[in-house]
């Protein structure tokens, strides 16, 4: 009775680790990377994860039951490390995270500031833990506006000693890695003016920004509009910048060195403030404190992938030894073939 059940059990997995039920398995796998195409927010991660488990168990069927692969160990190795990278790959969606977040000179990093992001089932991270407070970047461009290196000045608490703050560089290439996410710097940022509302009804002054949109994308169209508190009408907020840009020449994008004029429309008023300068408009008195920078990162999260290179470098070592085991062992023998077939004809020479 347990040998037919063996015998029955194999059957099954005999047809799970066919080829067509991998074919299968990738038709929908191909399908699932089309719906992901770009990430979108309306596509569930299972169209992914479905499609590898389906081949996961079908390679783990052929493992198990195929004697050309377990019976050769550099076959076996690299069709074991293959399962291992699909099941990672599997984890690592159900496990990632991504967000952005925009970043002003001067302040330190919150979750409360992301934007778009989007968390796998299983994820269990620390991000509530990272810290680090955004300093000034540069940006080289070429000729065309075309962006080069993105240097981007963070600050991050000392290892050495605590209460200090330490300094990093980090860029499109270069990320913050800390708590296992990844933080890398995007073509989004540019400046926020920083500025104080001052009720007339004596009540506490707010202080803030207000984010410009991304510069030089939108070099003609840095304006903004806030609705301060008890009014009833919008100030609207126009950022006249000089900050070398030259299209035709390479330059370098600094905040510090960079100036703005913020033109402020209210109702029938239109002044233009400098730093330092102040309005009374309606219902309180606003003042331009000073020009700020921002700088958008892209947050990143993945377990796994310590774990995928070294499946990865275990997958090829696999084919390598599968193939220098069979032309190690053929080559030998041919060599013995033609010597004797020199040998022979050494013979009728004599």
């Not at 399908?31 to 168990?57: D, H, K, R």
């Amino acid at each position: 009775m347990k040998a037919e059940m063996r015998t029955q059990m194999r059957t099954q997995m005999r047809v799970l680790a066919s080829p067509r039920v991998t074919l299968f398995g990738m038709v929908l796998l191909g399908m699932g990377a089309i719906l992901s195409y770009g990430n979108p927010e309306t596509t569930p991660v299972w169209v992914l994860v479905v499609p590898m488990f389906m081949l996961s168990v079908s390679l783990f069927c052929a493992i198990l039951t195929n004697p050309r692969i377990y019976r050769r160990k550099g076959l076996l190795l690299f069709h074991v490390s293959l399962l291992a990278l699909v099941i990672l790959v599997a984890y690592g969606r159900l496990s990632h995270f991504e967000a952005h977040v925009e970043m002003v000179a001067g302040k330190a990093f919150s979750m409360d500031e992301l934007l778009r992001v989007k968390s796998g089932v299983l994820h269990s991270g620390d991000l509530e833990n990272v810290k680090f407070i955004q300093g000034n970047y540069t940006i080289n461009y070429s000729a065309g506006l075309v962006r080069g290196l993105t240097h981007s000045h963070i600050y991050v608490p000392s290892a050495a000693q605590e209460g200090e703050w330490d300094s990093l560089i980090v860029g499109d290439d270069r990320p913050l890695i800390a708590e296992g996410y990844r933080f890398y710097t995007t073509f989004n940022k540019g400046f926020s003016p920083l500025l104080t509302w001052t009720p007339d009804d004596g009540s506490e002054s707010l202080s803030g920004t207000v984010h410009m949109p991304s510069y030089p994308l939108f070099e003609h169209k840095q304006d903004n509009r806030w609705l301060p508190p008890g009014a009833n009408e919008e100030i609207r907020f126009w950022l006249r910048l000089s900050t070398g840009l030259d299209e035709n020449n390479a330059w370098v994008l600094d905040g510090e060195n960079a100036t703005g004029v913020l033109v402020v429309s209210f109702k029938d008023t239109r002044i233009e403030l400098n730093e330092g300068d102040e309005v009374r408009l309606g219902s309180g008195t606003l003042r331009y404190d000073q020009l700020l920078t921002w700088m958008g990162y892209k947050i990143y999260y993945d377990p796994t992938l310590f774990m995928l290179f070294v499946t990865s470098m275990l997958s090829v070592l696999g084919l390598f030894v599968h193939f220098w085991q069979k032309f190690g062992v053929i080559l030998p023998e041919s060599k013995k073939v033609i010597n004797v077939e020199t040998k022979k004809k050494q013979l009728k020479l004599n």
